[in-house]
């Protein structure tokens, strides 16, 4: 049971935690929620092809993944972390209330048509356009500010008198963090799009509107038993200072011998001298005129100059990860093609029963049910069982786990093209491949063997990235852990815009059919997913030569939550 210090302090403690969970919950459930279904709405209201529309949501993607690593710099560095959630739930209230009004008014958006209809010439104009892409900014730029801080603000809330009790609080606030971000998005992908779809989109939209409403409310209305840390230097500040400083320095000469140069490093680190890899860098510590160089506290003179032997060897740990961090982008490019696969849904036949039929969006869902399943079996099932048949404690390597991750998403895409050629075959057969949104007989459960083994591939390679990172990178750096993913994911959404467009436009320039078709029947959308999967299965060689290029990994499997906790804990002990 949870007792003083947390519950009797005049701010911050458990009470505080209800609203930063309440907070963030809230706001992923609206902006899923609005998000999940919105290659329909740009379809259906504005007259968008499907690649049109897809390149939209995934640059829209990119932003909202990108946007938080932003945020996170100003608020450590410049404003502070409750300034910056609370301008994000601003901004994204502002976003989603704008969005939606252009369900309200109809000179938002262009006169309703047949979806994909060859009949309709309405397209949206240029002040639509940039009325729509500044709510879909503004919504970016508030997840950004929100999710950025969300939980190392929820961390700041708790007392740190008791270093155990405070580990204790700070793994369960960790657990249900996850748990409701999770559920909440679930919950947009199910409920909030069968309301789309059954009461339209002046209701679908203003739910959000609502749900943003809350969390906003809940935010602000804790603020006065918030802990509010001040801001402070940023580890992206760090990195630039071993930048500039090695530039600085380009043309000293190092010896072959570590003795014959004296390094700049902190008092009582265990690190006097860095590592003979990229070796350039390590000019940025050198130690040219003690006098000049250094302040009568053994501080440096100028940190743009001089730097410290842990600053350098951060910036390499993180150098050396970047390869196998490179090979996660194109699991994520699978990931983020709900876009199409909402389309596919949407002309295969959805019914349960012959009164209920589940919405089109709601199948992504499938992708989370799978990988929390598949999470849980290898937790609690399959590494048990394994451990008792060998009679030992066993344990998939990090490496290994993130590889099995890379083949099984390249083989998910395969199956997906098997599917997408047997359903496009029906529509042919049936006679309705001139009818883009004609529904087939064929049953939408057929894509959940491709959800399977997609989320199979989560639960593999997404937990094994995160894992690694942490495993890997030093204590001090848990906070460049926890944003590599979702640079990661934005850096994906970002390839998969790139693909589309160029698959697009070379098909359409050979005078065929373009294979991301906006009528899905006359498309090649297999093709499509064949190509995916042929990068992913290149993909995989490429993990191959980076895994072994990285050597062994220098982490065992435990420990994972303890180097976040102490990485927390110590944080306003770190330099960098």
């Known amino acids: 049971m949870i007792t003083e210090p947390l519950l009797s302090s005049p701010k911050g403690g458990i009470r505080a935690l209800f609203f930063i969970i309440a907070n963030e919950a809230l706001e992923r459930l609206a902006s899923f929620g609005l998000s999940t279904n919105m290659i329909l709405y740009l379809t259906r209201e504005y007259g968008m092809d499907a690649a049109s529309g897809a390149q939209i949501l995934f640059l829209y993607s990119a932003a909202g993944n990108f946007m938080p690593i932003i945020g996170a710099f100003l608020a450590d560095t410049y404003v502070g972390r409750y300034p910056m959630i609370g301008f994000g739930c601003i901004a994204s209230l502002l976003g989603m209330v704008l969005l939606w009004l252009t369900t309200i008014i109809p000179g938002a958006r262009v006169p309703s048509c047949p979806q994909f209809s060859s009949g309709c010439n309405n397209d949206a104009t240029t002040p639509q356009l940039l009325f729509l892409y500044f709510c879909l900014g503004l919504m970016s730029i508030g997840a950004g500010g929100i999710r950025s801080c969300s939980?190392?603000?929820?961390?700041?809330?708790?007392?740190?008198?008791?270093?155990?009790?405070?580990?204790?609080?700070?793994?369960?606030?960790?657990?249900?963090?996850?748990?409701?971000?999770?559920?909440?998005?679930?919950?947009?992908?199910?409920?909030?799009?069968?309301?789309?779809?059954?009461?339209?989109?002046?209701?679908?939209?203003?739910?959000?509107?609502?749900?943003?409403?809350?969390?906003?409310?809940?935010?602000?209305?804790?603020?006065?038993?918030?802990?509010?840390?001040?801001?402070?230097?940023?580890?992206?500040?760090?990195f630039a200072r071993v930048l500039v400083a090695s530039f600085r320095k380009r043309r000293i000469e190092l010896s072959s011998l570590d003795t014959d140069e004296l390094y700049h490093h902190r008092k009582g680190s265990a690190l006097v001298v860095p590592s003979e890899r990229i070796r350039f860098l390590n000019k940025a510590c050198v130690i040219k005129n003690p006098e000049e160089d250094l302040m009568p506290d053994g501080r440096a003179s100028d940190p743009w100059s001089l730097c410290t032997v842990d600053q350098v060897e951060e910036l390499k740990a993180l150098i050396k990860v970047i390869p196998i961090w490179s090979t996660g982008m194109l699991v994520s490019v699978n990931v983020c093609q709900n876009s199409f696969l909402l389309l596919q849904a949407s002309t295969m036949n959805r019914h349960i029963t012959s009164k209920f039929e589940i919405p089109a969006g709601s199948f992504y869902a499938f992708l989370l049910l799978s990988a929390t399943m598949w999470i849980a079996l290898y937790d609690r099932v399959i590494i048990p069982l394994a451990s008792k048949i060998t009679g030992k404690p066993t344990r998939v390597g990090l490496k290994q786990k993130i590889g099995i991750g890379v083949l099984v998403s390249a083989a998910s895409m395969a199956v997906l093209a098997i599917i997408e050629r047997v359903r496009r075959e029906i529509a042919i057969r049936e006679g309705i491949s001139d009818i883009p949104d004609a529904v087939t007989h064929m049953s939408a459960m057929w894509l959940l063997p491709f959800y399977f083994l997609l989320g199979f591939s989560e639960a593999m390679n997404g937990v094994g990235l995160n894992e690694f990172f942490y495993t890997e990178l030093p204590k001090s750096m848990s906070s460049v852990a926890s944003n590599l993913f979702s640079i990661g994911l934005s850096a994906a959404s970002l390839v998969a815009s790139f693909i589309v467009s160029n698959v697009h436009g070379f098909i359409s320039e050979a005078n065929q059919e373009s294979w991301v078709s906006s009528n899905i029947n006359k498309g090649h959308y297999d093709y499509y997913y064949w190509l995916l999967s042929s990068l992913g299965f290149a993909n995989f060689i490429y993990y191959l030569a980076c895994s072994k290029a990285y050597g062994p990994c220098k982490g065992g499997q435990s420990g994972i939550t303890g180097d976040v906790r102490e990485g927390l804990i110590d944080d306003d002990d770190d330099v960098v």
């Open 151 to 238: 939980l190392a603000f929820g961390a700041d809330q708790l007392s740190k008198r008791d270093s155990l009790k405070h580990a204790g609080i700070l793994e369960s606030f960790f657990s249900w963090y996850y748990v409701t971000s999770s559920a909440s998005v679930f919950i947009s992908m199910t409920c909030i799009v069968y309301i789309q779809d059954t009461m339209g989109w002046k209701v679908g939209f203003g739910v959000p509107v609502v749900l943003m409403i809350l969390s906003t409310l809940s935010f602000f209305l804790a603020s006065p038993i918030y802990v509010k840390p001040k801001a402070k230097a940023s580890w992206l500040i760090g």
